[in-house]
């Protein structure tokens, strides 16, 4: 949250995603999944991969 220009909170969500990844094992489509700013969350292709 910002207020006045200034961080005054912020609120972190966790995810376990292993469950998503092993279910793209194996298919041949490259799929990625990005946050709102573009950065790549999860990807089949390992060179996406931050």
Do not use: F, H
């Not at 092993?22 to 490259?30: F, L, N, P, Q, V």
């Amino acid at each position: 949250m910002i207020a006045d220009g200034r961080t005054v909170g912020v609120i972190v969500v966790g995810a376990d995603l292993s469950r998503i990844v092993r279910s793209w094992a194996g298919i041949s489509d490259a799929v990625a999944v990005t946050d709102s700013s573009g950065a790549i969350i999860l990807a089949t292709e390992p060179r996406w991969r931050g």
